[in-house]
Nanobody, 121 residues
């Protein structure tokens, strides 16, 4: 019913920048919180940044001052601008959205397929 499609991953040198985008589509009535998570090789998935519908943001300590999350409610999109990238930022990045669909009043979490970000030293 709901699809999240990410774009913008890739390979970048340390100190470089990348911009990740995620577009939501489907039978959507309302999108609540949106966010980006990442899963480094051999590790568990972790929150990178989150943003409420009113654009209040929350960041992992490791990315504060380097990453910026934003959203476009009209176009059902969330973006993660990543700067000053470090090798330890290497991971698969996943888009997440808490969505109320047109067929239910209960919010559910949806995930994108993931996009690889690799930062070389």
């Amino acid at each position: 019913q709901v699809q999240l499609v990410e774009s913008g991953g890739g390979l970048v040198q340390a100190g470089g920048s990348l911009r990740l985008s995620c577009a939501a589509s489907g039978s959507i009535f309302r999108i609540n919180d949106m966010g980006w998570y990442r899963q480094p090789p051999g590790k568990t998935r972790e929150l990178v940044a989150a943003i409420t519908r009113g654009s209040t943001t929350n960041y992992a300590d490791s990315v504060k001052g380097r990453f910026t999350i934003s959203r476009d409610n009209a176009n059902k999109m969330v973006t993660l601008q990543m700067s000053s990238l470090k090798p330890e930022d290497t991971a698969v990045y996943y888009c997440n959205a808490n969505v109320i669909t047109r067929s239910t009043i209960i919010p559910e979490d949806y995930w994108g397929q993931g996009t690889q970000v690799t930062v070389s030293s």
